[in-house]
């Protein structure tokens, strides 16, 4: 997992599985750089992650919340064709913007 | 047809919710199932899976969790066990809002759900529970016939 920070966007690239033995390191890493940056806008670059489930998929939620609560906006960037199904199962899509490329992240 | 089957004992460990993910997967890959069914049975295993050692056996490294897994002609049948506490109401339970974990958001049976083809769901508080779950291919590929002229 690498983090990216941009202003007021923290951008982190995923990579392998997000899952229960991952979800809560994940969780740690994200709410521990948002609070150490400032930064109040989330984007999440999925192109490397090659599995995610429920667990994954609460965490994401989670931080849209806490995210949206303070004001920010979250983002998901790369989405992989094969977990398309299951992350709009999830509903992520309808609550955050699908962006293919982190070029399309508005500036912080 | 005889089925292929493979039982599994695991320790009730997170880390084993991949290792059982890829041991259905393995035999999944058997049969007709596209990629894109091959990953909703991970997600689907995933979820059972992870109720069990979560839910189940509310992280006991100690317990065990059962997979049975067998393919008979083109349908795979899952099957995850647990002897943990069980779960008091099933129906409630399956509700989408349902979970006790407010980041999981009760997304486990949802997925199980509308990832296999059926899914039963066996449960007595104290005694545990038996998750069991079938999937056939949807665009069933013939047997190939030889080379053709």
Same mark, same amino acid.
């Given at each position: 997992?690498?983090?990216?920070?941009?202003?007021?966007?923290?951008?982190?690239?995923?990579?392998?599985?997000?899952?229960?033995?991952?979800?809560?390191? @994940?969780?740690?890493?994200?709410?521990?750089?948002?609070?150490?940056?400032?930064?109040?806008?989330?984007?999440?670059?999925?192109?490397?992650?090659?599995?995610?489930?429920?667990?994954?998929?609460?965490?994401?939620?989670?931080? @849209?919340?806490?995210?949206?609560?303070?004001?920010?906006?979250?983002?998901?960037?790369?989405?992989?064709?094969?977990?398309?199904?299951?992350?709009?199962?999830?509903?992520?899509?309808?609550?955050?913007?699908?962006?293919?490329?982190?070029?399309?992240?508005?500036?912080? | 047809?005889?089925?292929?089957? $493979?039982?599994?004992?695991?320790?009730?460990?997170?880390?084993? $919710?991949?290792?059982?993910?890829?041991? !259905?997967?393995?035999?999944?890959?058997?049969?007709?199932?596209?990629?894109?069914?091959?990953?909703?049975?991970?997600?689907?295993?995933?979820?059972a899976?992870?109720n069990a050692?979560i839910h189940g056996y509310q992280?006991?490294?100690?317990?065990? $969790?059962?997979?049975?897994?067998? #393919?008979?002609?083109?349908?795979?049948? $899952?099957?995850v066990i647990d002897r943990g506490c069980g779960i008091t109401d099933v129906e409630l339970a399956r509700r989408?809002?349902y979970s006790s974990?407010?980041?999981?958001?009760g997304?486990g049976f949802?997925?199980m759900?509308?990832?296999?083809?059926? #899914?039963e769901i066996h449960s007595a508080p104290n005694e545990g529970t038996r998750v !069991?779950?079938?999937?056939?291919?949807? !665009?069933? !590929?013939?047997?190939?016939?030889?080379?053709?002229?």
């Amino acid at each position: 997992m690498e983090l990216a920070i941009s202003g007021k966007n923290l951008v982190v690239r995923v990579h392998g599985v997000l899952d229960v033995q991952t979800a809560g390191d @994940f969780r740690r890493r994200i709410v521990e750089a948002l609070s150490e940056s400032g930064a109040r806008n989330l984007y999440l670059n999925l192109s490397g992650l090659t599995f995610v489930d429920s667990s994954g998929l609460g965490v994401i939620l989670g931080r @849209f919340r806490q995210v949206t609560e303070s004001g920010g906006t979250m983002g998901l960037v790369a989405v992989p064709e094969q977990l398309m199904r299951t992350v709009a199962m999830g509903g992520l899509p309808k609550l955050m913007p699908l962006m293919a490329t982190e070029q399309q992240i508005q500036a912080g | 047809m005889d089925a292929n089957r $493979v039982e599994l004992a695991i320790s009730s460990r997170p880390e084993n $919710v991949g290792l059982a993910r890829v041991v !259905v997967a393995a035999l999944a890959a058997q049969a007709d199932f596209s990629i894109a069914e091959i990953e909703e049975i991970k997600v689907a295993v995933s979820e059972a899976v992870t109720n069990a050692v979560i839910h189940g056996y509310q992280s006991r490294p100690e317990a065990t $969790v059962w997979l049975e897994v067998a #393919l008979r002609g083109g349908d795979l049948e $899952v099957a995850v066990i647990d002897r943990g506490c069980g779960i008091t109401d099933v129906e409630l339970a399956r509700r989408p809002a349902y979970s006790s974990d407010p980041e999981r958001m009760g997304m486990g049976f949802m997925f199980m759900e509308n990832f296999m083809d059926s #899914l039963e769901i066996h449960s007595a508080p104290n005694e545990g529970t038996r998750v !069991v779950m079938h999937k056939r291919p949807a !665009v069933s !590929v013939p047997p190939a016939t030889g080379e053709r002229v």
